[in-house]
């Protein structure tokens, strides 16, 4: 059972940095896909950024040129390096881990989550 652990979450001025990591401690099958999703109080669960195993990303687009995913796939380890943070990007943030066990079949495993808050 892959069980995601994020950490890195606090409290930060608006214009400075966090980073945030997320570990499947123990894995036991290999992570195909990584991806952070936020949410802030009273509004959906949205995407923030994903990264494959092969190294592709995608972006929300209020995150382009701010915020930077990468892997460690040894490790089943990603990161999140938010930079310019402002405001609006208050939320809990939460690791999401994509098992691909064949096309169609996969299993996702989801942390319980960190909280970013950004002061203005």
């Known amino acids: ?14 214009g400075g940095s ?3 990591s ?17 949410q802030a109080p009273g509004k959906q669960r949205e995407l923030v ?5 092969g190294s592709s990303t995608n972006y929300a687009d209020s995150v382009k040129g701010r915020f930077t ?3 460690d796939n040894a ?6 390096q938010m930079n310019s943070l402002k405001p609006e990007d208050t939320a809990v943030y939460y690791c999401k881990l994509r098992s691909v066990i064949s ?11 960190t909280q970013v808050t950004v002061s203005s």
């Open 22 to 38: 997320c570990v499947a401690s123990g894995s036991l099958f290999s992570i195909n896909v990584m991806g952070w999703y936020r």
């Open 69 to 71: 995913i990468s892997r």
């Open 49 to 53: 950024a994903q990264i494959t195993s």
């Open 1 to 14: 059972q892959v069980q995601p652990v994020e950490s890195g979450g606090g409290l930060v001025q608006a």
């Open 75 to 80: 490790k089943n380890t990603v990161y999140l």
């Open 103 to 113: 096309i169609g079949h996969e299993n996702d495993y989801w942390g319980q989550g």
């Open 18 to 20: 966090l980073r945030l």
